[in-house]
C-alpha cells in the first residue's frame, strides 16, 4: 500500500514530463514549420515587391505566383508555343520576333503574359515593349491565347531557362 502510493505521484510526474516534451516538440515543430514556410514565400516576395507597374506590363494579369517549375503544365505550354508563337519566334535564333531564350530572366512573369495576351496595347504603351518594337519593327500579332494557355506558355519558358 505504502508503496503504491509513492509510487502514483511519481507516475503523475513522468506523465506531466512527457506532456511538456509533447507540447514543447509541437511549439518546435510549428516554429520551425512556419519559418521554412516563410522562406519559401519569401523567395517568390521580393520580386514581386521590387516590381513597378511598368515591369509587369500593361494587360489583364497584375499577378502570377510562381512555385516550383510544373512540368506537365510546361509540356502543355510547349505545345501551344509550337502551334501559336513559332511563326515568328524560336528560342535560340531571332527570327520575327526576339530568341526567346532567357526570357524568364529579363522580364517578370506578368510581363511575359501581358505580352502574350495584349500584345498591341503593350507595344504602344509599355516602354520596353516599345523598344522592342522599334528594333523588330513587326508588330507582335494577339493570338488569342486564353490567360491558362499564356500560363503554360509561362511555365514552358520557366522550364526551358532552368535547363
Ligand atoms: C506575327 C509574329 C509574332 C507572333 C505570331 C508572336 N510573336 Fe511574340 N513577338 C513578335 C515581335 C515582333 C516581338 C517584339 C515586339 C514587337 O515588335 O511587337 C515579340 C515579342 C515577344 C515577347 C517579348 C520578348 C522579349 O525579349 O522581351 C514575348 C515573350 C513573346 N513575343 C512571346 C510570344 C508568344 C508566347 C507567342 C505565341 C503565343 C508569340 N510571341 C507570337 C512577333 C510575334
Not at 500500500?1 to 506531466?16: A, H, Q
Not at 503574359?113 to 504602344?124: D, F, G, K, R, Y
Amino acid at each position: 500500500m505504502k508503496n503504491s502510493k509513492k509510487i502514483r505521484p511519481n507516475v503523475k510526474s513522468g506523465l506531466n514530463l512527457i506532456l511538456i516534451i509533447i507540447i514543447f516538440g509541437f511549439a518546435f515543430s510549428f516554429s520551425s514549420c512556419s519559418s521554412g514556410s516563410g522562406n519559401g514565400e519569401a523567395k517568390t516576395e521580393p520580386s514581386a515587391e521590387k516590381a513597378t507597374p511598368s515591369d509587369k506590363g500593361i494587360g489583364p494579369i497584375s499577378k502570377v505566383d510562381l512555385v516550383a517549375i510544373d512540368e506537365n503544365l510546361a509540356s502543355s505550354g510547349k505545345a501551344v508555343f509550337e502551334s501559336k508563337c513559332t511563326a515568328c519566334h524560336k528560342i535560340d535564333t531571332k527570327v520575327v520576333g526576339p530568341a526567346l531564350a532567357g526570357v524568364t530572366k529579363r522580364r517578370k512573369p506578368e510581363w511575359i503574359m501581358n505580352m502574350i495576351l495584349n500584345p498591341s496595347e503593350m507595344t504602344q504603351k509599355d516602354p520596353v515593349a516599345k523598344g522592342l518594337l522599334g528594333t523588330y519593327i513587326a508588330q507582335m500579332a494577339n493570338q488569342n491565347l486564353t490567360q491558362d494557355d499564356a500560363r503554360a506558355v509561362l511555365e514552358f519558358f520557366r522550364s526551358n531557362d532552368s535547363k
